[in-house]
């Protein structure tokens, strides 16, 4: 049986939200349910929301491959790297493909939460489909093992992006690859190009666009810096999230006060 998908919000959270209570008044004791509950919490940055519906839909459901890779890569988003091999494990001996997402993912995560740079980067050039991802990520790990590398890895991934598609939707991957090489520079700090290139990247694209967030996201650990940052406002108001924390309250270790959001 082929294993089931786990639906994108594409950008639509209220609509999204309102998806997921829906399907979660249907069938509240249904594990497959509450793990995309969980992924889409993690997705708006309600991480420890996320990883309590993670932990009902494991219970529900143990047998489950898909719920148990999943389980596994939530815990590995939120640095729980001992209880992220040990499910990934555990979905492998039910069928999970081991090269298969999130799993390869979860794999990346932790050899980088360990500073296995070298080993994050092969992982990402084995899993990703497309280039401009694998090479952002692969200047950044790169950085990361030799920090003098640090300038030349921002130059580098920025000119992974300097030539945008001349249109919404004439590149298909150019969204999520661009939002990858986002994600590579504010991890080795460059949040001045960080930002500069979120802004390039979101101009060519159009609302429902599918954002490949498995890598890095906003809400990663080691994305704390640029939460922080006085233009991350800017970011995910681009990103389609301020109404939908204006409705149902800001993400995790964040405030939403006179429509300003401060995160910690």
Same mark, same amino acid.
């Given at each position: 049986?082929?294993?089931? @998908?786990? /639906?994108?919000?594409? *950008?639509?959270?209220?609509?999204?939200?309102?998806?997921?209570?829906?399907?979660?008044?249907?069938?509240?004791?249904?594990?497959?349910?509450?793990?995309?509950?969980?992924?889409?919490?993690?997705?708006?940055?309600?991480?420890?929301?996320?990883?309590?519906?993670?932990?009902?839909?494991?219970?529900?459901?143990?047998?489950? /491959?898909?719920?148990?890779?999943?389980?596994? *890569?939530?815990?590995?988003?939120?640095?729980?790297?001992?209880?992220?091999?040990?499910?990934?494990?555990?979905?492998?001996?039910?069928?999970?493909?081991?090269?298969?997402?999130?799993?390869?993912?979860?794999?990346?995560?932790?050899?980088?939460?360990?500073?296995?740079?070298?080993?994050?980067?092969?992982?990402?050039?084995?899993?990703?489909?497309?280039?401009?991802?694998?090479?952002?990520?692969?200047? =950044?790990?790169?950085?990361?093992?030799? @920090?003098?590398?640090?300038?030349?890895?921002?130059?580098?991934?920025?000119?992974?992006?300097?030539?945008?598609?001349?249109?919404?939707?004439?590149? @298909?991957?150019? #969204?999520?690859?661009?939002?990858?090489?986002?994600?590579?520079?504010?991890?080795?700090?460059?949040?001045?190009?960080?930002?500069?290139?979120?802004?390039?990247?979101?101009?060519?694209?159009? =609302?429902?666009?599918?954002?490949? *967030?498995?890598?890095?996201?906003?809400?990663?650990?080691?994305?704390?810096?640029?939460?922080?940052?006085?233009?991350?406002? #800017?970011?995910?108001?681009?990103?389609?999230?301020?109404?939908?924390?204006?409705?149902?309250?800001?993400?995790?270790?964040?405030?939403?006060?006179?429509?300003?959001?401060?995160?910690?």
């Amino acid at each position: 049986m082929p294993l089931r @998908p786990i /639906p994108t919000w594409h *950008w639509q959270q209220l609509e999204g939200e309102s998806h997921d209570r829906a399907a979660l008044v249907l069938a509240p004791n249904d594990g497959y349910v509450l793990i995309i509950r969980a992924v889409h919490l993690m997705a708006v940055g309600r991480l420890r929301e996320g990883l309590d519906a993670a932990h009902s839909a494991y219970a529900l459901a143990p047998a489950d /491959p898909l719920v148990v890779a999943y389980y596994a *890569w939530i815990n590995a988003g939120v640095g729980r790297d001992a209880e992220a091999s040990r499910y990934a494990a555990a979905a492998i001996d039910l069928g999970f493909p081991k090269d298969g997402n999130p799993l390869i993912t979860v794999r990346e995560l932790t050899a980088l939460h360990a500073g296995r740079y070298a080993e994050a980067a092969a992982l990402r050039t084995r899993d990703s489909n497309d280039s401009r991802s694998a090479e952002s990520a692969r200047f =950044a790990y790169g950085a990361l093992e030799h @920090p003098a590398q640090r300038s030349a890895a921002l130059t580098a991934i920025a000119r992974l992006f300097s030539a945008a598609p001349a249109q919404s939707g004439a590149d @298909p991957g150019y #969204a999520s690859a661009c939002i990858n090489g986002v994600q590579s520079m504010a991890l080795v700090g460059g949040l001045d190009e960080a930002f500069a290139l979120a802004n390039r990247c979101l101009t060519r694209v159009e =609302a429902g666009t599918v954002i490949d *967030w498995w890598r890095f996201d906003p809400w990663s650990p080691e994305m704390r810096g640029s939460r922080r940052d006085t233009r991350f406002q #800017a970011y995910v108001t681009r990103l389609g999230m301020m109404e939908y924390y204006q409705q149902y309250g800001p993400s995790d270790d964040c405030e939403l006060k006179n429509n300003k959001l401060t995160c910690h």
